[in-house]
């Protein structure tokens, strides 16, 4: 994503018959476009953005003479879906949109540069010189659905909740008889005399998932939204209560907040005989034997998440979306470092000053090498041993040190 650069400002005089000294009267420069990205209900996946991976907003326009000002340009909304988390080039978290209107500018357009009516005093009556505009944000941002579910099934691999799934609401996932059969969670809406009822398929959970083990932490988080939990288990394996007991430790060692969640537990696959057998001898409270394939049990285990969905109090509401961390500037100390090639000056108040400073002005460059003095950077040149001739770097732009 990139901002839009803002317009230059406009370095133009007043001429007009019967005014010989009109004076400088250069607009300033428009502000570039935003990137802003904003979650919708409109929107349910991000598949829009695996089509296109870059997003330029418009430059502001360049100011004019008779103090007109440039045409400030529109910012580029970006609809995501709600649930969408963006995350910045090292992982750290941009913004959170949970919920529909919430918005976070992403990438900032650049300031208009400043016309050079701002620069007439008493002592520069005819200044020459506009600033540029700023550059506009430019990064990287990887955006991640989480999904939004009423429900979350969970479970051991092969416990059967996709075919669960598919019985109990019109999803229809790819369902087959190996580990991780569901690569990426899937959403079905089953209707019940209680309402509607949103269940997401999360992939199934080994031992270790909450460490990274297999899929599991990339799709435990795809549960922290949702109200209630159903852990699915398959009741012909050998021990269906330990895949329970294991499954139930990995989303604890996940979140604690999210162990705690009201939640049932289905047992699947009661048409086999293991299943039935289990089903004779339990007498486990919360739980419900159900087959996806022959739909035996399936209207009171519905009944069930609907009742367990109606109690249930709301997930925990996330902080309002804001920027937590975006490309910072660095701070106001400058630092100056001896290079073999010459001298690197950095600092954010001498790196913005090249950046507004039209260097191919006399005029401008005159104020660049007074501003430089008032800042600090030739007396830091000469206390970091520069001599005359020396390339000295500022922000990519090389000069050579004349004192």
Do not use: C
Not at 102 to 121: L, W
Not at 279 to 284: E, K, M, N
Not at 302 to 307: G, L, S
Request: proline share 7%; glycine share 12%.
């Amino acid at each position: 994503m990139r901002g839009g650069h803002g317009g230059k400002g406009s370095a133009s005089f007043r001429r007009e018959p019967y005014t010989p000294r009109g004076g400088p009267d250069g607009g300033d420069g428009g502000r570039g476009g935003s990137v802003v990205l904003e979650a919708t209900n409109d929107a349910s996946d991000l598949s829009l953005y695996t089509q296109r991976r870059r997003w330029n907003a418009e430059p502001g326009a360049d100011g004019a003479g008779g103090r007109k000002t440039g045409r400030s340009s529109s910012d580029i909304v970006l609809k995501v879906p709600v649930g969408t988390i963006a995350l910045d080039s090292e992982g750290s978290l941009i913004a959170d949109l949970d919920r529909p209107g919430a918005r976070v500018v992403a990438a900032r357009g650049g300031a208009g540069g400043r016309g050079n009516v701002h620069f007439k005093s008493s002592t520069r009556h005819a200044p020459d010189y506009a600033e540029p505009g700023l550059k506009g944000d430019e990064l990287e941002i990887l955006l991640d659905l989480k999904l939004i579910a009423d429900v979350g099934l969970v479970g051991p691999p092969n416990a059967g909740k996709s075919s669960l799934l598919r019985a109990l609401t019109a999803a229809r996932p790819k369902v087959a008889d190996y580990p991780f059969t569901t690569l990426d969670p899937e959403l079905g809406v089953a209707e019940s005399d209680a309402g509607r009822v949103v269940l997401a398929d999360i992939p199934g959970l080994i031992e270790g998932a909450a460490q990274g083990a297999g899929l599991g932490q990339r799709f435990l988080r795809h549960v922290e939204r949702t109200k209630a939990l159903v852990y699915v288990l398959d009741g012909s394996s050998a021990d269906p209560w330990q895949d329970l007991a294991t499954v139930r430790q990995e989303v604890a060692q996940f979140s604690a907040g999210l162990a705690n969640r009201p939640h049932i537990v289905a047992v699947n696959k009661v048409d086999l005989e293991p299943a039935r057998r289990l089903r004779a001898r339990s007498r486990r409270a919360g739980v419900y034997f159900a087959s996806a394939l022959t739909g035996e049990g399936l209207p009171r285990l519905m009944d069930a998440i609907a009742e367990v969905v109606a109690a249930a109090p709301e997930p925990p509401v996330p902080a309002p979306a804001k920027v937590t961390k975006l490309p910072v500037r660095r701070g106001d100390e400058l630092v100056v470092e001896r290079k073999p090639s010459g001298f690197d000056v950095r600092g954010e108040r001498v790196e913005r000053l090249v950046e507004r400073t039209n260097l191919d002005s006399e005029g401008g460059l005159a104020r660049f090498q007074a501003e430089l003095d008032r800042l600090g950077v030739n007396a830091a040149l000469e206390a970091a041993g520069v001599e005359p001739g020396d390339t000295v770097n500022i922000a990519g732009v090389e000069f050579e040190y004349q004192p």
